[in-house]
Every structure is written in structure tokens, then in C-alpha cells.
């Protein structure tokens, strides 16, 4: 199975600074018949369900702003928040699904500092 | 818009059955894949299982393969998830979720709110 390993799990950040999350697979997530990399970011805000964030490496879920940024290849990824705002407070999990069973990272919870 | 709306937690014994069932609303449900994921108490996020848009594929965490069964009703537009042999470190919150699209294995892109799931003595 997959292991999905994120760091760091604490992220303080002052309002207006970027933020960056990275995100490592025990195996590559880069399927070799479709040239995708299956992996995705979402974010749990403090007492509600996950949203979907980023999929499939780096495309933005419908609705996301600009500011986030998904990136990497191979079995090392980046979640990048250009400028971190209020709303984006609460905890960041990678997900895995080129192959099951699917796997999410520990989570990363950032905070406003 | 799509709502997924989980019901059937509760409190069980260590050993016993439950079944949850998660209803859906605003989409197609039958071109769907539908998803289980669970939240232990102040934890992070485990995949449980899943099942394609039509019922044939099916697949699950290994630590609930052999006590967990994920079935779907396409008239009814609802997905279950049988749960036996329960033990504590089944206890909660079970997350139904909807994939983006209607392609095979697409990200999960709508979830419910939850249903909390128990296991005590």
C-alpha cells in the first residue's frame, strides 16, 4: 500500500505570507499510460466536511482561488498558498488514488499566527 | 446541487453490526463512483472504501476488508455501508463522498456532512 508522509504537520503563518506543504508517496504516483500524477489536496476547516482543493497534481477544483498552487512529480508534491488569508485556516491532507486502496496524508494544520 | 446526506451512526457494542446509509440528490446517481472516508475522534482523514457507478467494482481499506461491504441502490439514489465485527478503533465520524466526475476514479470532489459511528462497551 501506499504510504503518504506530510510535512510539516504545524504551519503557523502570518496573514499576507505565502505558505508551502509538501507532500511525499512511498511509490510513484505518475500513471505511465495516461501521463497523469494522481494525486490530490484538500482542506478541512475547523468543524466542517473536506473540500477538494487541487486534483490531479494541479488542476483547481471549481471555485478555488488562484492563490493555491499544486506542484511535483514523481513521489514529491507542494501545496503552495501565494498569500494566506483568514479563511484558509484548518488542517491540509494529500490524497493518493492511482491505485487502492487510496491513501491521504497525515494532514497539516496551519494557523494563523 | 449535490447533497449527500449520511445517516445510521450511533452507539454499538464492540462486535456488532451496523449499517450506514448515505442518500443523494442533485446529480446523476448512477454515473457516479461513491466513496466512504472516516475521521477518528480529533484524527485525520482514512479512506474506507468505495464503489463504481454501477456496483461491479468495489474496493477497500485493508483495515476494514472481510468486516465492511459497500453496496448501492440505484433506484433508491443511496449508497451503504455495512459495518460487522466492530471494534473501538472503528469509532468515527463516516464521511459519504461523491467523485468529480463520472469518469472511472476521479477525485472526490463533494462531501457530507457525516455520521458518527461509536464502538463501546
Known amino acids: 500500500d501506499i504510504v503518504m508522509t506530510q510535512t510539516p504537520l504545524s504551519l503557523p503563518v502570518t496573514p499576507g505570507a505565502p505558505a508551502s506543504i509538501s507532500c511525499r508517496s512511498s511509490q510513484s504516483l505518475l500513471d505511465s499510460h495516461d501521463g497523469n500524477t494522481y494525486l490530490d489536496w484538500f482542506l478541512q476547516r475547523p468543524g466542517q466536511s473536506p473540500q477538494l482543493l487541487i486534483y490531479t497534481l494541479s488542476y483547481r477544483a471549481s471555485g478555488v482561488p488562484d492563490r493555491f498552487t499544486g506542484s511535483g512529480s514523481g513521489t514529491d508534491f507542494t501545496l503552495k498558498i501565494s498569500r494566506v488569508e483568514a479563511e484558509d485556516v484548518g488542517v491540509y491532507y494529500c490524497m493518493q488514488r492511482i491505485e487502492f486502496p487510496w491513501s491521504f496524508g497525515q494532514g497539516t494544520r496551519l494557523e494563523i499566527k | 446541487q449535490v447533497q449527500l446526506v449520511e445517516s445510521g451512526g450511533g452507539v454499538v457494542h464492540p462486535g456488532r453490526s451496523l449499517r450506514l446509509s448515505c442518500a443523494a440528490s442533485?446529480?446523476?446517481?448512477?454515473?457516479?463512483?461513491i466513496h466512504w472516508v472516516r475521521q477518528a475522534p480529533g484524527k485525520g482523514l482514512e479512506w474506507v472504501a468505495t464503489?463504481?457507478?454501477?456496483?461491479?467494482?468495489?474496493s477497500y481499506a485493508d483495515s476494514v476488508k472481510g468486516r465492511f461491504s459497500i453496496s448501492r441502490d440505484n433506484y433508491a439514489i443511496t449508497v451503504y455501508l455495512e459495518m460487522n465485527t466492530l471494534r473501538s478503533d472503528d469509532s468515527a465520524v463516516y464521511y459519504c463522498a461523491k467523485e468529480r466526475t463520472d469518469t472511472s476514479s476521479s477525485a472526490i470532489a463533494s462531501w457530507g456532512r457525516g455520521t458518527l459511528v461509536t464502538v463501546s462497551s
Open positions: 442533485g446529480f446523476t446517481f448512477s454515473n457516479y463512483g
Open positions: 464503489i463504481s457507478h454501477d456496483g461491479t467494482h468495489e
